[in-house]
């Protein structure tokens, strides 16, 4: 069974930086292509970027509102994600989700995770 | 920069059936698939529809997913609705290898 589980949210002051992590299991982590996806409070869902598996390339994308502060790596040894998340802003609050798509059978299905909350706040 | 619209918010009886649009800015919404996400109050989301109108394993065939080229749109009808249908639903494709999604579409259901 696929599960993401991130940790490390919390409370930070604008201009500052957080590092929230997604632990994976249940596929082939290393194979896997894996995104964050945001909601602020009460909005919808905004992508927030991707980084591919090692063998395509283990190259990242970013939203536009979060390229040049946002870096998402990854570490296969430990099965785990990162968003490091730099010069953050008011309006980076929000729920930040690690999604994966992965196979069930020939088609791929997106799987979610429970979601960890960034606060940015003076 | 493609974008997905999607109506505010919709409402039915139980029982009956409802339909939520997801219209694609421009290009052809058949050129990717489409996904459907169900978020209830307080819960993360998840998918009730893969590749333009497949369900994932656990997800009643009440739920169905479609493509209309001739308006460039995706939709997701509920059948049979139940009270646990209320939730809020997305629609997903892609850009440029980038995931767009709509602003999401309240149902209620009363």
């Known amino acids: 069974e696929v599960q993401l589980v991130e940790s490390g949210g919390g409370l930070v002051k604008p201009g500052g930086s957080l590092r929230v992590s997604c632990a994976a299991s249940g596929f082939t982590f290393s194979n896997a292509w894996m995104n964050w996806v945001r909601q602020a409070p009460g909005k919808g869902l905004e992508w927030v970027g991707r980084?591919?598996?090692?063998?395509?390339?283990?190259?990242?994308d970013y939203a536009a509102p979060v390229k040049g502060r946002f870096t998402i790596s990854r570490d296969d040894s430990k099965n785990t994600l990162y968003l490091q998340m730099n010069s953050l802003k008011n309006e980076d609050t929000a729920v930040y989700y690690c999604?994966?798509?992965?196979?069930?059978?020939?088609?791929?299905?997106?799987?979610w995770g429970q979601g960890t909350l960034v606060t940015v706040s003076s | 920069n493609f974008m997905l619209t999607q109506p505010h918010s919709v409402s039915e009886s139980p029982g009956k059936t409802v339909t939520i649009s997801c219209t694609g800015s421009s290009g052809s919404i058949a050129s990717n698939y489409v996904q459907w996400y169900q978020q209830r109050p307080g819960s993360a989301p998840t998918t009730v529809i893969y590749?333009?109108?497949?369900?994932p394993s656990g997800v009643p065939d009440r739920f169905s997913g479609s493509i209309d080229s001739s308006s460039n749109s995706a939709s997701l009808t509920i059948s049979g609705l139940k009270t646990e249908d209320e939730a809020d639903y997305y629609c997903q494709s892609y850009d440029s290898n980038n995931q767009v999604f709509g602003g999401g579409t309240k149902l209620t259901v009363l």
């Open positions: 590749e333009d109108n497949q369900r």
């Open positions: 980084i591919k598996s090692k063998t395509d390339g283990g190259t990242t």
């Open positions: 999604v994966t798509p992965w196979w069930v059978g020939a088609s791929l299905i997106d799987y």
